[in-house]
């Protein structure tokens, strides 16, 4: 059974920063694309970024160029979203989601669980 799991979620203040670490099972992390989907409140899903399988390719939302990294780490089964000047607008759940692409915010099945994320002063 596949499972995503987020942790690393929190309440920050606006320019601060946040790392979110999601744990991957039940698949080989090595042989997929992974990405990072928010959902702020009232509002659809958003793809965030994506990195390809060996880390030599990394994409970005706009709205988020600049500030946000995303890394993996396959010997760990893990993928990372570090988050750094947040804004109010950051504000969202965030998912991690196997797969590459604006494409996985359609794919609610690829995605884990949630963590909130919350910027605020």
């Known amino acids: 059974e596949v499972q995503l799991v987020e942790s690393g979620g929190g309440v920050v203040q606006p320019g601060g920063s946040l790392r979110l670490t999601c744990v991957a099972s039940g698949f080989d992390l090595r042989t997929d694309d992974m990405s990072w989907v928010r959902q702020a409140p009232g509002k659809g899903p958003e793809w965030v970024s994506s990195?390809?399988?060996?880390?030599?390719?990394?994409y970005y939302a706009e709205s988020v160029k600049g500030r946000f990294t995303i890394s993996r780490n396959n010997s760990k089964n893990s993928v990372y979203l570090q988050m750094n000047n947040l804004k109010p607008e950051d504000t969202a759940l965030y998912y991690c989601?196997?797969?590459?692409?604006?494409?996985?915010?359609?794919?609610?099945?690829?995605w884990g669980q949630g963590i909130q994320v919350t910027v605020s002063s």
């Open positions: 990195i390809n399988t060996i880390s030599t390719a990394t």
């Open positions: 989601a196997k797969g590459h692409g604006p494409a996985v915010a359609k794919r609610r099945s690829m």
